[in-house]
């Protein structure tokens, strides 16, 4: 990649890194301004709210680029701001609204599993996991895996899907996730049991049952 | 906001019933165990479950597939066919960045 290669290279003048604040803003707008937009879409999945998270990543980047020692590639470090611009942002609207999608994914739970009689809380047949495949991995090499996989995550309740992804993409603890959206662990939990059974579901229909 | 972190209030299983889990419970379980450590009952009711119940095992490998595909999927999305900054959007960052 290309802003690896640069990075391995001796900072010499006219490096990129040299040049003055607006010439390299304008660069990083054009080199990285999509992948951060993506990045950010992903999680608000609201156009508006994710440019404005790039232009605060961009503007927070560019105050801190002194600090940036080019041990990890250029994107990497605006894509680590971007995250920590990101938690900020969930953590405000967590403040604006309550936490009601609790309740969202209930049906997905109780849809799952029997609720009466003696099989009570046995797989229900047709939603009991199926075997996936000899090797399931080998989907993960493949983009059409991925369109259904994106198709899947977009499908989970705004707020299910805030929690779930600090914990699974930015790989956050319990603890730090729970004090920044004001939940407590046993919702937490509970939330992402029922966002990865409703995942699960979702991939299984859409791509393992159909390949 | 209503908490529910002890297990017995929000009707998890707890001592000896975690002997004779339901595939429910089983499952609630394999996903708690992936964000935080369960107790040695936990793990002790959860073998025993698994050693007897086919579609729980398969949800198990199911669910750290998941996770492994979570982890790599930012990476994957940004080659994926999807959106990009607008033009106006673009002209206004850059503006704002010149400020």
Not at chain 2, 38 to 60: I, K, S
């Amino acid at each position: 990649m290309g802003e690896e290669t640069r990075n391995l290279l001796p900072q010499e003048p006219g490096d990129n890194r040299t040049d003055p604040p607006a010439v390299e803003a304008t660069r990083w707008v054009e080199e990285h301004g999509d992948i951060l937009f993506r990045h950010a879409l992903a999680r608000v999945r609201n156009a508006a709210q994710a440019e404005d998270l790039v232009q605060e990543t961009f503007l927070a980047a560019l105050k801190a680029r002194d600090r940036f020692a080019g041990r990890s590639s250029e994107r990497t470090w605006l894509v680590g701001i971007l995250k920590h611009k990101l938690i900020d942002h969930l953590r405000k609207s967590a403040r604006e609204t309550s936490f009601t999608d609790l309740e969202c994914l209930a049906e997905t739970e109780a849809s799952s599993f029997m609720q009466e009689g003696l099989s009570r809380g046995k797989w229900q047949a047709e939603t009991q996991p199926q075997d996936w495949h000899a090797d399931p991995s080998a989907s993960l090499d493949r983009e059409a895996f991925w369109l259904v996989f994106r198709e899947c995550l977009g499908g989970l309740p705004a707020r299910v899907a805030d929690a779930f992804l600090l914990r699974e993409m930015d790989g956050l603890e319990t603890g730090d996730i729970c004090t920044s959206l004001g939940i407590s662990p046993g919702n937490f939990w509970v939330m992402l049991h029922r966002a990865r059974l409703a995942l699960r579901r979702c991939l299984e229909i859409n791509w393992f049952a159909k390949e | 906001m209503k908490t529910n972190d002890n297990p017995r209030e929000r009707g998890a299983p707890s001592g000896l019933r975690l002997l004779s889990l339901t595939c429910a419970e089983s499952a609630r379980l394999q996903s708690e165990g992936l964000d935080r450590h369960l107790t040695r009952m936990e793990r002790m009711g959860l073998r025993v479950h698994l050693l007897l119940c086919a579609g729980c095992r398969r949800y198990g490998r199911q669910l750290r597939l998941l996770r492994h595909a979570l982890r790599r999927f930012p990476r994957e999305d940004a080659h994926l066919p999807g959106g990009s900054l607008s033009e106006e959007a673009r002209e206004r960052i850059q503006k704002a960045l010149r400020q």
